[in-house]
Nanobody, 120 residues
Framework: QVQLVESGGGLVQAGGSLRLSCVASGEIESINVMGWYRQAPGKQRELVATCTTAWRTNYADSVKGRFTISRNNARNTVYLQMNSLKPEDTAIYYC??????????????WGQGTQVTVSS
C-alpha cells in the first residue's frame, strides 16, 4: 500500500558530501512530517532531521550546520543534504513519514534504509 524508498547512500571520505532522497508512494492522502533517522552498528536509532509540509525543520545537535533537510511536496519526496561528513556519521539512514492514507488511516511509515559510510 504505502512504501518509502531511500537512495543516495554510499561511501565517501571524511569532509565529503552526499545527498539522500526518499520517495513515498502508494495510497497516500497527505503527509504531515517527513524525516530522517539513522542507526549505527550497536547503537539505537536516532533522529537526524525532520521537515513539515511547510518546511519547518529541526535537526539533531550533532548535524546542525552540516546537514540540510528539504521536501518536494508535489513529489512526496524528502532530501537530506549531508556536508562535511565525519566518520561518526556512518550509519544506515532511514526515511520516515507521518501520513494519512486514502482510507483515512494515519500512521508512521519507514523506508528500508540506505547505507552511508564515511572513511577517514
Amino acid at each position: 500500500q504505502v512504501q518509502l524508498v531511500e537512495s543516495g547512500g554510499g561511501l565517501v571520505q571524511a569532509g565529503g558530501s552526499l545527498r539522500l532522497s526518499c520517495v513515498a508512494s502508494g495510497e497516500i492522502e497527505s503527509i504531515n512530517v517527513m524525516g530522517w533517522y539513522r542507526q549505527a552498528p550497536g547503537k539505537q536509532r536516532e533522529l537526524v532531521a525532520t521537515c513539515t509540509t511547510a518546511w519547518r525543520t529541526n535537526y539533531a545537535d550533532s548535524v546542525k550546520g552540516r546537514f540540510t533537510i528539504s521536501r518536494n511536496n508535489a513529489r512526496n519526496t524528502v532530501y537530506l543534504q549531508m556536508n562535511s561528513l565525519k566518520p561518526e556519521d556512518t550509519a544506515i539512514y532511514y526515511c520516515n513519514a507521518d501520513l494519512v492514507t486514502t482510507t483515512w488511516d494515519r500512521d508512521v511509515y519507514w523506508g528500508q534504509g540506505t547505507q552511508v559510510t564515511v572513511s577517514s
